[in-house]
Nanobody, 126 residues
Framework: QVQLVESGGGLVQPGGSLRLSCTASGRTFSDYAMAWFRQAPGQERVFVAAISRRSISTYYADSVKGRFTISRDNAKMTVYLQMNNLKTEDTAVYYC???????????????????WGQGTQVSVSS
């Protein structure tokens, strides 16, 4: 079992920045690729960003490329999402997730993830 706890959400104005954190406990953190997904009200949960076990590879949704950066610290068992130049359309609940898949193309798929956090709200509004 892996337990994931997100933090760092909040209310920010358009153009502002936030950094989300997700800390894991339980199994060996470095055994898992990690990702962030988000879910806006009335919409499906969608992929935002993913990072491989040793940070060699990162993947981003087109909507966040150039604005968001995913990173991880295996010693701290934590994955981060730095979000810059936030837009109103970034408003959502953000979830971190852990996957044992070793196929990069699968990292964008919701059903490849075994463990999920409870989510943290990000609201972008003036």
């Amino acid at each position: 079992q892996v337990q994931l706890v997100e933090s760092g959400g909040g209310l920010v104005q358009p153009g502002g920045s936030l950094r989300l954190s997700c800390t894991a406990s339980g199994r060996t953190f470095s055994d898992y690729a990690m990702a962030w997904f988000r879910q806006a009200p009335g919409q499906e949960r969608v992929f935002v960003a993913a990072i491989s076990r040793r940070s060699i590879s990162t993947y981003y949704a087109d909507s966040v490329k150039g604005r968001f950066t995913i990173s991880r610290d295996n010693a701290k068992m934590t994955v981060y999402l730095q979000m810059n130049n936030l837009k109103t359309e970034d408003t959502a609940v953000y979830y971190c997730a852990a996957s044992q898949t070793r196929t990069p193309a699968r990292l964008i798929r919701l059903n490849e993830y075994d463990y999920w956090g409870q989510g943290t709200q990000v609201s972008v509004s003036s």
